[in-house]
């Protein structure tokens, strides 16, 4: 079967780094998604990890371990707008079709 | 490029009526999934077209839910009849099917059924 595991709820300071951790167990595993969704709005792509390592974008990474089912995004310099739902995605490829399957998501608020 | 497009934004009904949601994809994308989201959640796929096809519908309530994209580019979805744990926001969303691509997502359609 299929299932993704990430934190409900995390808080951080201004300024500071935090990490949001995902794991995943998938059959036809094509590659891991990070996106953000601020409230009342549609999810938007921040990052990609097909390869173990980490990719890095800005104030953004993301890090990838396939042989661990594990994932994680790390935000740097917080900013109070980067407060928002942080959703972990892993593409599965079965049967030549690829689909996006959806975590949780993890609500971050970003404090003063 | 234009992004995925939805509408309607908002929609409130009575229980036991029915509904249609409309999404028009990004240009040239092949792919196009209809996910429910209810509040927080995450998305869950409802169904995946391939062109015209359906790919997946595994997770759809077929005694009340369908979708159809008939020329392989716009999709409905439609809600018949509505149920008061139907309210949630629902997202098109759209890919090109290649490796290094990722899924684009309209602003989605938020549904109260009161």
């Known amino acids: 079967g299929q299932n993704i595991d990430q934190p409900t709820e995390m808080t951080a300071t201004e300024g500071a780094i935090v990490q949001i951790n995902c794991t995943y167990q998938t059959s036809g595993f094509n590659g891991l998604f990070w996106y953000q969704q601020h409230a009342g709005e549609a999810p938007t792509f921040l990052s990609y990890?097909?390869?173990?390592g980490l990719e890095e974008k800005g104030r953004f990474s993301s890090f990838l371990s396939r042989s661990k089912g594990y994932s994680y995004l790390l935000l740097k310099e917080l900013q109070m707008k980067d407060s928002a739902s942080y959703l972990c995605a892993v593409r599965d490829l079965t049967s030549g079709t690829y689909k996006y399957i959806f975590g949780t998501g993890t609500r971050l608020k970003v404090l003063a | 490029e234009a992004g995925v497009a939805q509408s309607p934004r908002y929609k409130i009904i009575e229980k036991r009526q029915s509904v249609a949601f409309w999404c028009n994809p990004i240009?040239?994308?092949?792919?196009l999934y209809w996910y429910q989201q209810i509040l927080g959640q995450g998305p869950k796929l409802l169904i995946q077209?391939?062109?015209?096809?359906?790919?997946?519908d595994s997770q759809l309530p077929k005694d009340r839910f369908s979708a159809e994209r008939l020329k392989g580019v716009d999709s409905t979805l439609k809600i018949q009849p509505a149920k008061l744990e139907d309210s949630a926001v629902y997202l098109c969303?759209?890919?090109?099917?290649?490796?290094?691509?990722?899924?684009?997502f309209g602003q989605g359609t938020r549904l109260t059924v009161v």
């Open positions: 969303a759209s890919s090109h099917q290649g490796a290094n691509t990722e899924a684009f």
């Open positions: 990890n097909v390869l173990d």
């Open positions: 077209f391939q062109n015209n096809g359906v790919v997946d």
């Open positions: 240009s040239g994308h092949a792919t």
